[in-house]
């Protein structure tokens, strides 16, 4: 029997942005970043109000189909739980369309916003972190973005086909960060097709390739956890990033660079954001290189996944 939440019910959700692919890792390692995006959700007597602020305030839908919206009746129906009305506050930190998992968080925020009502009403139909992980994940159609949002941290995310089911099941571990290391983003102002980079994937790889990145997305795993001191080889790739490359001149230019350096960066999602992870800061002259290169160099902390208050 679905429940009704009353009105004046409130919830706000603070969600990280994220990365994926950390290199080799396509579409199963993800990592969530100190970049957050707000959303407050209060139950109404009626209708729908949507507010947006910040990043893209100006280009998404402030109605029905916001993804935002989607995501909290989504959440509220796998609950069995009903609003008679909702208003939907969005406060935008997360730059849209530059691999840094925009989507995903909205998606994510969404969903714990409507977990949290439920909690506040009717605690026995609160969802769990894997059935978040599941329903963020169907908004994307990948798990990686969307379950470090929900665990914080690293991901090992991966899907396969549920038993008599055309259904994906979409599962993900957490990994422990090891403290020493620390996340810089050099974000370009211009941005990204997440279809259109990958559609410049071939759909057929040699064999070696292929050996090659399960090695390395293998030692990232310990990279991450363990060896800090391995992330330049446990970041190599040889499945997507060249192949991106002619989409992305600056960020390939970049990480050239940073590599060149001994920094162990990598293609963002799918760009055009840099990911550098180290356990050094980035020196101050390669900042201001890249700052004079019109990109924003954001120091930023390995996140926990969304909190809900």
């Known amino acids: 029997m679905t429940q009704t939440l009353p009105v004046g019910v409130s919830v706000t959700a603070r969600v990280p942005a994220s990365s994926a692919n950390l ?5 199963t390692l993800g990592l969530a970043l100190g970049l957050y995006d707000e959303i407050t959700v209060t139950t109404t007597g009626s209708g729908l109000d949507v507010r947006v ?17 989607r995501a909290v009746e989504r959440g509220l129906e796998a609950a069995g739980v009903w609003a008679d009305g909702l208003d939907v506050v969005c406060r935008n930190v997360i730059p849209h369309s530059r691999g840094l998992g925009s989507s995903a968080s909205a998606a994510v925020g969404g969903l714990a916003a409507a977990n949290g009502l439920v909690r506040k009403i009717a605690p026995e139909r609160v969802l769990d972190s894997a059935q978040l992980v599941q329903l963020a994940s169907e908004f994307e159609g990948h798990p990686d973005n969307a379950s470090a949002s929900v665990l914080g941290g690293a991901v090992v995310s991966w899907s396969e086909a549920e038993v008599d089911s055309e259904r994906r099941a979409y599962r993900a571990v957490s990994l422990r960060v090891h403290p020493s290391i620390r996340a810089v983003a050099l974000v370009p102002s211009v941005r990204s097709s997440t279809a259109h980079t ?54 390939t230019k970049w990480i050239a660079i940073l590599r060149g350096s001994g920094i162990a960066a990598t293609v963002s999602g ?24 019109d990109l924003t160099v954001l120091d930023l902390a390995i996140a ?6």
């Open 53 to 69: 602020e910040g990043e893209g305030a100006q280009e998404v839908p402030w109605g029905p189909s916001h993804l935002v919206v």
């Open 304 to 309: 926990d996944g969304v909190q809900v208050d």
């Open 270 to 293: 799918a760009g055009p954001t840099v990911l550098a992870l180290a356990t050094e800061p980035i020196p101050a002259e390669l900042r201001a290189a890249a700052e004079a290169d």
């Open 23 to 27: 290199g080799p890792g396509f579409d």
């Open 198 to 251: 990958r559609g410049l994937l071939p759909d057929l790889v040699p064999h070696r390739d292929a050996a090659f990145n399960v090695s390395r997305a293998a030692l990232a795993v310990v990279a991450l956890t363990e060896r800090p001191d391995l992330l330049m080889q446990a970041t190599e790739d040889l499945l997507h990033q060249a192949q991106r490359a002619p989409a992305l001149p600056l960020t």
